[in-house]
Every structure is written in structure tokens, then in C-alpha cells.
């Protein structure tokens, strides 16, 4: 067992590893080495008790010949682009697949309904552990865990330097690298955990307690609150509308963007009216009777309308519609004669003013009956 902290087999001179309870880990860290690792390879790091995490390079370069990294846990690069994606009768495990994540063991999410938004790979993970109801890490192997807390014992072999019981925070001097997010240490259930290795190795973490009991409060509040969300309206951007004329939509608000909102109807108003829009119109979002089964959009921001069609199916644009109602009440003006307006030989009178043409007034398509 040793005492050091080595980085691909080099001596570690500095190290701070910061572990969330939720979330993918991350180190900065100078080692005693003039090879640089490439960006995106994979390294491992060995702290004391020969606990050993595998991670990717984010940073690397060489000053004063040392060199200086920054790594975070697993293989994917978290911030990576990913597009939006409609999931229908998936499930977790398909959705972390598609983002070339291997997880521990089987997700068991049901995904009946989801969209994964546009963001990034780790805030599509987020989302979905969002939807589980669970935190999210990196294990030190490397790969992902995504599922219910299962606190375990450790033995840190430590001597505690302080407790700051009403931050939560707890400092101690550990032989071994053992204390890690999710274990417990004697009656401390361990949330973030901060390793710095230097002239000494000292472990930070943060106890659960207050977290437990927030979480609690929080979930009662839910509970209680839970069918309010769907009472409201809500901004969303129109990704595309079906053949049927039902809208795939997403929402602005987070707490609604994992509904996988897809097919859903418009509704205008009139009965027998269609519209066409483009991607990118925003709309308002509602839910019938406040039930999340039953979504509707209505009340269109401003925005471009492509077609409006009433009944039949033959397309007539509503410019030549107003074009024609107006040259026939122009015809009827231009050829009245004013009463009290005489004409003839060395009699001058106003002549009518013509009734001008209209001009287009729109580009808007209307199918009549």
C-alpha cells in the first residue's frame, strides 16, 4: 500500500479531486513529468491505499517542467453538443446508449414518453437521472452509476482535524482513500468529498443530515404540489407539426421538457381550421383540466403563420381574395357620379377620384371550400 499519489505512474506533487454526490468528478493536478498526455486520452490516477480512478484529459500542458492537468471521471466529454431526440417506448438504457455511456448496471427507466433536450451529453445524463428520480456519478472504473442511493461503511483509518456541524463539513487526516460520495463514515452519511494531496493528504466531505431532511421537506412540497404544474400555461418552441397537424413541442420550462411532448393538438378556437407553422414558432402550452395526459397549444405568440386552411383543400391566397373584393367595389365607385355635379361645354367640376388598386396585403394561403 503506499502513501503517494501517482498520475500514469508518475508522482502527483499537487492534487485537488473534487467528488459530487451528483455528478462526474473532476481533478486539477501537477505532476513531476514532461510528458504530455493527448486531450480526450484516458489516465489513471492512483491515490494513497492504492484506490485508483480512471479519468479523461481535459487540460494538459508543461510549466516550469511540470506538468499540470485537469481531468474529470469517465470516458465521455461531458460537454460534448447533443441534438434533441423524441424517445416513444424506449427506456433509460437506449437513451445512454445513444449517448455511448456505459452505466454499472441496468437503468430500469421506463421511457414511454421522453425528450432528451438540446444541451450537452452531461446535461442529457442529468435529465435523465432528473427523470429517475436518482443521483448520477462516475465510479472510479470509469463507468456511469445512475440509481438509488445504498450507503455503505468505511473505514478512512483517519484522525478528524475539525467538524463544522452547522456548515455540515467534516475535515479529516486519512491513511487511505477510502471515503467516497454515498459511504458512510461512523454516523456521517457522505455527500461531496474533496481529496488534497500535497505536503499532506486531507479529505473534506460534506455530511447528509441537513441534505436528508431538505429533501424531505422538498419532496413533501412536491407531493402535495404535484398536479399544480399542469394548471398553468407555459412558453414552448414548436420543433415540428406532424402530417395531422399535432405539434412536437419544447417546453421552456425544465420541469416539462422530460414529458415528451409530442403529437400535441392545436386548438384555435374554430372549428374545421388548420394551420401550418414552421419550426421555431412559439406557442402556449396547456393541459386539459390539469391533466399531463391531455396537453393542447393555443394562443400563438406572434409569429409566421404558413397556411390557414377552412374546409376544403383547394389553396387560394387570401391577397387575391381581397385583390378581387376590392376591384369589384372599385368598378361600382369609379363609375358613380356624384349628385350636384354638373358637366358640359364651359362647366368644370371635380372629376371622381378613382378608387386606387390595393396592393397585396399578404402571403398568407387560404384553402376555402
Known sequence: MSDAAFINGQPVLTLSLHLPLNGAWSAELQASSEKLPAVGSTVTLKLPGDVEYIGRVVRAGIVDERLN???TGGAPEWTQQVALKHYHNADGDKAMRDLGIETEAPLELDLPFWTRPPGTIGMAVQALATA?????RVNPDGKIRIREEAPFAV???AIEISRDDRRGIVEIAPDVAAVMPGTTVGADQVGDVIYDFGDVFRCRYYVQQRARLRGALERLVRWVTRDALFLGQYTAQVVTQNGDGTLDLLPDDPRLRAQGLQSVPIRHGLPGVLVKVPPGERVLLGFDAGDARAPYAALWHEGQVLEVQIGGAVPVALS???DA??????????????SG???GAGVSGPSPTPFVSAAPTASLKLKTL
Open 69 to 71: 492537468l485537469r481531468l
Open 325 to 338: 373584393a376590392f376591384a369589384s367595389r372599385m368598378a361600382i365607385f369609379n363609375a358613380h357620379v356624384h
Open 341 to 343: 355635379v354638373t358637366t
Open 155 to 157: 473505514d478512512p483509518k
Open 320 to 322: 387575391t381574395l381581397v
Open 132 to 136: 429517475a428520480g436518482v443521483n448520477w
